[in-house]
């Protein structure tokens, strides 16, 4: 029952985490100075509609480039379905961890190099899509041929995969 008898109520799966919340979360860290020598932020593709799909790459970057590159790679990725917004508060909490200044995070930062994508299907975030990507496709059935003009985030993170 509620309060009201005209109200609008309006129900959620699950607590919302926009583009533009992530936008806004990774302009906040990246400014950080804390962030400088873990994290460095890069646009890894334009999506369909054109938006900025970034990608973080976290490791120790204090040390010489032939040890970074000779570091075990992990690539972590969320919201292939848009509708699952936990995976964006998962991924915060990842970031937040693995730039912070613990001891497991330095030792994972000296041994690992993490190329993290915090919102792979954009556009279907944006377009309040549960499942589809803006060509009203699923993401997470297209990984095994994958193709540059329909799934431009996938393939390239799917190249970024099989570099690492």
């Not at 309006?10 to 992530?22: I, N």
């Not at 496709?137 to 393939?155: A, G, K, S």
Request: include cysteine; glycine fraction near 6%.
């Amino acid at each position: 029952m509620f309060e009201h008898d005209h109200d609008t109520v309006y129900f959620a799966h699950s607590y919302p985490y926009t583009f533009s919340d992530l936008q806004r979360y990774l302009n906040k860290i990246e400014k950080q100075p804390r962030s400088q020598d873990k994290m460095q932020r890069r646009m890894l593709i334009q999506t369909l509609a054109g938006n900025p799909c970034d990608t973080l790459l976290i490791t120790s970057f204090q040390d010489s480039p032939d040890k970074i590159k000779a570091k075990k790679g992990i690539v972590i990725s969320a919201r292939v379905h848009p509708g699952e917004t936990g995976a964006s508060w998962m991924m915060k909490g990842v970031i937040d961890y693995l730039i912070g200044p613990s001891i497991g995070a330095r030792i994972l930062r000296d041994n690992f190099l993490f190329q993290i994508i915090p919102m792979l299907n954009i556009d279907g975030v944006i377009n309040g899509n549960a499942r589809c990507s803006l060509a009203g496709v699923d993401l997470n059935r297209c990984w095994m041929d994958p193709t540059r003009d329909m799934h431009p985030e996938l393939f390239t993170a799917k190249w970024l995969i099989k570099r690492i």
